[in-house]
């Protein structure tokens, strides 16, 4: 059972546009909200991360909402460039594991 | 920079080889862990260790071990490898205790091909 589902599988986006990836979770011990970004040939890196007991943090173009008790958080990616085009994984916590969403492949159109 | 540091980018084993996947840890990390990643099911858990010489199962343990006999490093055992366990595959480790309080450091990936 997927314990943290993300949408959409994969995105276009123009230049300058905004990207906006969908995660959500049913576990309510989930206590750490973090996002990676991975290259084609790398692995995931730490983007930006939340904790429940704030509803939004940004970090430069990218920002996290969280909307604790929908159980939804998102990411999302202002002014949007081609170099942002990269798998996007949201994840939650949980003792001493995350869970992974299953990822959005984004494409960033000149 | 924290690195992990996974010791082949590409491999292609026979089916029923033993394949060893070793991972290495520069910052004194207590967790480390081993994923595989598929197109369309992202990271899937398969071992994970809280200290030396401990070890637990992810959620698809079957078909592999691993062994953590020092802090810095942590191995991935394919038994007798399979078509099936055909992918990418991801170490991590993390800092503290039972709460993370960060995130994880990934190393770069080994894509294994059994043929």
């Known amino acids: 059972q997927q314990q943290v589902k993300q949408s959409p599988q994969s995105l276009i986006v123009q230049k300058g546009g905004i990207s906006i990836i969908n995660c959500a979770y049913e576990n309510t011990a989930f206590d750490y909200f973090p996002w990676y970004q991975q290259f084609p040939g790398k692995g995931p890196a730490l983007l930006i991360a939340i904790r429940p007991d704030v509803s939004e943090k940004k970090e430069g173009r990218f920002t996290i909402s969280f909307n604790k008790s929908a159980k939804q958080f998102s990411l999302h990616i202002m002014d949007s460039q081609p170099g942002d085009s990269a798998t996007y994984f949201c994840a939650a916590n949980s003792g001493n594991q995350f869970y992974f969403g299953t990822g959005t492949s984004l494409t960033v159109i000149p | ?115």
């Not at chain 2, 994970?48 to 055992?77: A, H, N, Q």
């Open chain 2, 1 to 115: 920079d924290v690195k992990v540091t996974q010791s082949s980018r590409y491999l292609v084993k026979r089916t029923g080889e033993k394949v060893f996947l070793e991972c290495v840890q520069d910052m004194d990390h207590e967790n480390m862990f081993w994923y595989r990643q598929d197109p369309g099911l992202g990271l899937r858990l398969i071992y994970f260790s809280y200290d030396v010489k401990m070890k637990e199962k992810g959620d698809i343990p079957e078909g592999y071990s691993v062994s953590r006999e020092k802090k810095e490093r942590f191995s991935l055992i394919l038994e007798s490898a399979s078509t099936n366990q055909t992918s990418m595959y991801l170490c991590a480790s993390s800092s503290s205790g039972p709460k993370l309080g960060g995130g994880y450091t990934f190393g770069s990936g080994t894509r294994l091909t059994v043929v």
